[in-house]
């Protein structure tokens, strides 16, 4: 069942309602049902029943399949994305990106997790040449890269099992992980560590760690990372950026107070 929680005051009109129902959903990290609005709300079961069918049918939530429940959906998803990428504080941010490239000499990219994927929310590309260019608003598979196997880390366990055994792994690389008990086992290293990496798993010859950005209540919010060709920048000397990316994100971080 999906976390519930008393309401300090009921919403007391039918927009406040539902904005709350969709809060709610956005917060919840298990599949939530109406019987749940209504408890977390304190609204009326037939109230609650109403505004979840109006958000399944305009695709704000999707059902889960056994009848558990239902969980955000790709409208919402992409609301959330939206919402970040053209926040007022992307000029901010893009500053501490830009100021962390051009410490580390080496593309950087702040990234969040949409569905299975990883969508680019900002980067900032380095001069050199030989680079792998994404704008914001790509996504990325998540099973395959830092920032990626990062936050799928960081998921409470049966959110991240439910990803990663949906579907067959795609293999982007002779070195990409494609069997989800491995996979597994990779997440468990990265979420001791909180350190994101990807040894050419997405691309052949291209490296990448990754480190969390936190919101303000703790919860992993965004990835931030460095990226670069392997024989310009070896994994274990991507490593050694992780204190510049480790202070860049505490600096987007306070910028989500």
Known sequence: MAPVGKPQKPPRDSIARLLAAIEHIARAEEPVTAADLSVALGIPRATAYRIFARLEQ??????????RG???GERLSDMAVSLVTNSTRHAARHRVLQGL????????NLTTLSGGDIVYIDRVETHWPLRMYLSRGSRVPSHCTATGKLLLSLLPERQMNELIRAAPLKRYSDRTITNPDKLAAELARI??????????EF???MVAV?????????RPVAALAVHAPIV????????RHLPALRKAAAALSALLD
């Open 101 to 108: 490239v051009d410490e580390v000499g080496e593309t950087c």
């Open 70 to 72: 239902s969980t955000a």
């Open 191 to 200: 979420r001791a560590e909180e350190v994101g990496v990807d040894n050419q």
């Open 203 to 205: 691309a052949a010859g």
């Open 232 to 239: 310009r920048l070896p994994l274990e000397a991507a490593r």
């Open 58 to 67: 305009e695709r704000i939530l999707i059902p889960e399949l056994g009848g």
């Open 210 to 218: 990754a480190v969390p950005v936190r919101d303000k209540q703790g």
